[in-house]
């Protein structure tokens, strides 16, 4: 109900782009459904797997009791994304760059989960091997968008018509944006329906924002949107699979993907700022501890619990309270990147 209502606002002012409708509600409702019935077949193979989440021992005691639950779901929402979008705009150079840039963060997620699985733990491969293998995808694609598209990518798009051209910053700045992009997504993939429900209304939001320029990516975006949605039908509290790394890597990476190849990094930035308080929440969190860290080698805390969703269940929110509220914000974000720079 709340994710209805936020796709709604998200798509507030859709109707007036000239590209069309069709380049949404088509891709949106087709991976919506693939995804939901996608769903309902990988759900019995991943029990048998026994693909079960592990649950961080110093995450929230409520969520202790999630502990089984399947984990992986994104080796069939992502994937039933990426083929609908391939399908649908005919297998354009575009598509087939983000959908590639979005299996390749899916499938380092899925290394991670996989060793999840097979450590019985909740930690998977290393922090370090991780980042080395998003930094590797990262200047992959730039080196390829750079050489193939650099008259589009090298400029940001700003509200009021403006854009800023970014000349060789777009290298650091591109390879920022997707690392960073992929880690938010994952540290907001913490509460049940979370991620999928605010990533379905950033990639609409997102997919709308680029619809007159990049009619291509716009129906990546709804794709992925849909797919999103299909998910939430398994993936709402109490949940009965979580989207773990496979999924929540690969959607920063999509995102991030879509907003380098249309210049919309500012716009990206905006529909994606609720991801940033996230990541931000727990770097000062980090910082504060260790700043205040005293003779007996124990720091203050900012928050009560990093990432931010965490902090307001342990104020006294429910997991539902706290999707339904970053919901609001999410379509809001969305609504406002359509309204300045759409």
């Not at 002012?13 to 088509?26: E, F, N, P, S």
């Not at 899925?110 to 998977?124: A, E, I, L, Y």
Request: one cysteine or more.
């Amino acid at each position: 109900m709340v994710a209805a209502v936020g796709l709604d606002l998200a798509a507030g002012r859709i109707a007036g782009i000239d590209a069309g409708q069709a380049q949404l509600t088509g891709p949106l409702v087709t991976g919506t459904i693939l995804s939901a019935l996608a769903g309902g077949i990988a759900l019995p193979i991943l029990k048998r797997l026994k693909a079960a989440q592990f649950i961080r021992e110093d995450g929230p005691s409520a969520h202790l009791k999630k502990a089984g639950t399947p984990t992986m779901g994104g080796i069939f929402f992502i994937p039933v994304a990426v083929l609908v979008a391939l399908v649908w705009t005919g297998f354009s150079p575009l598509t087939v760059a983000v959908s590639l840039v979005t299996l390749a963060y899916g499938l380092i997620g899925w290394v991670d989960d996989w060793q999840v699985m097979q450590k019985r733990s909740n930690k998977g491969i290393s922090p370090k091997a991780k980042l080395i293998l998003q930094i590797g995808v990262a200047i992959a694609f730039c080196l390829w968008a750079f050489t193939t598209q650099s008259a589009q990518i090298t400029t940001v798009a700003l509200p009021l018509g403006l854009t800023v051209p970014l000349g060789l910053l777009f290298w650091p700045l591109a390879g920022f944006v997707l690392v960073a992009e992929s880690n938010a997504t994952n540290l907001t993939d913490g509460v049940d329906g979370l991620m999928a429900g605010a990533g379905a209304i950033a990639l609409l939001g997102l997919g709308a924002l680029v619809a007159p320029t990049h009619p291509d990516l716009t129906v990546f975006c709804a794709a992925l949107s849909g797919s999103c949605l299909g998910f939430l039908a398994h993936n709402r509290n109490p949940a009965n699979v979580f989207m773990g790394d496979t999924g929540s890597l690969a959607l920063g990476g999509a995102l991030a993907a879509v907003g380098i190849l249309s210049h919309n990094l500012f716009g990206l930035l905006i529909v994606t700022l609720l991801f940033v308080a996230e990541t931000l929440s727990v770097l000062l969190q980090v910082g504060y501890y260790k700043a205040t860290k005293g003779p007996d080698g124990k720091g203050k805390r900012l928050f009560r619990m990093a990432p931010l969703h965490h902090h307001f269940e342990l104020s006294g929110w429910s997991e539902l309270q706290v999707v339904g509220v970053f919901y609001v914000i999410s379509a809001i974000l969305a609504t406002l990147a359509i309204s300045t720079l759409g």
